[in-house]
């Protein structure tokens, strides 16, 4: 029973994985402005990694800060972009991973104080320009929990599955943001070169999700081939993998 269930849990954080990813590849798609883009992409980093909050942090270089949009209010959010967790990650570049945050001096318990919220664990992922040259953002998710609802740590899968999101929606926030600094008075905006490069981009990333499917692939062979296990395979949300790559071919 210990071995079913586990069996069952790694089935459906790969089924929840795979089709979050193929979600946000119909998201970025769409022609969306730089705040209405960081609320879905802040939506979807959520679900990917199974956290119970997310920020996607953009770099205003001008400023010397980091902005993202509360999923709340609406409102507009500041920091300095070398302050806090986010700000370690934008200015070294680096994945911080942090277990326990209480633990760790670089955390801000005044947040939990104020909010009266309970931070438990802490993933921060750097986002790069599509060169891959320099950091345009930060992705910091928050507290882990399972398909139950159960406090969990992030591990190493979960910083992969988070920097191939941050290779997903990369590009097309930096393409966003130009779009919406360029836009002329007449209030039609250029043409980015996004649309263009799209397709044969998210074709290259759904094959790269095809290995996140993998591991799903073989679980649920192992679960048909036990006689006795009486669980029923895991409900898609959401498109398979073979039509997203049909529709993306037929759009190049």
């Known amino acids: 029973a210990i071995q079913n269930a586990e069996i069952y849990r790694e089935a459906i954080n ?25 609320l879905t992409v802040t939506t979807h980093a959520s679900k990917v990694c199974s956290a119970e909050r997310s920020t996607v942090f953009l770099l205003d270089e001008a400023a010397e800060q980091l902005w ?9 959010i500041r920091i300095p972009k070398d302050k806090g967790i986010a700000g370690e990650c934008c200015c070294y570049c680096v994945v911080i991973n942090i277990p326990d945050a209480y633990a ?7 947040v939990d104080i104020q909010t009266g919220y309970r931070t438990r664990s802490i ?12 950091v345009v953002g930060v992705i910091q998710m928050i507290n882990k929990v399972s398909y139950d609802g159960q406090p ?16 997903f929606v990369g590009p097309k926030l930096t393409s966003s ?11 039609t905006c250029p043409r980015a070169k996004w649309p263009l490069v799209l397709p044969s981009f998210l074709h290259l990333q759904a094959r790269r999700v095809q290995r996140i ?13 036990d006689e006795g296990h009486k669980l029923c395979r895991p409900r898609s949300s959401g498109p398979g993998l073979s039509q997203s790559l049909h529709k993306l071919k037929d759009s190049k």
Not at 177 to 187: E, Q, W, Y
């Open 14 to 38: 790969c089924s929840e994985r795979a089709t979050g990813l193929l979600n946000t590849i119909q998201s970025v798609s769409q022609d969306l402005g730089p705040q209405s883009l960081l």
């Open 68 to 76: 993202s949009v509360s999923t709340d209010t609406g409102a507009e």
């Open 104 to 110: 760790d001096p670089r955390f801000n318990k005044q």
């Open 123 to 134: 993933l921060a992922i750097p986002i790069m320009s599509e060169e891959n040259s320099h």
């Open 152 to 167: 969990e740590h992030f591990d190493d899968e979960d910083v992969e599955i988070m920097q191939l999101f941050a290779s």
């Open 177 to 187: 943001m130009l779009s919406a600094k360029k836009k002329p008075a007449s209030g």
């Open 213 to 225: 499917l993998d591991p799903l692939q073989r679980v649920m062979r192992r679960m048909t081939e």
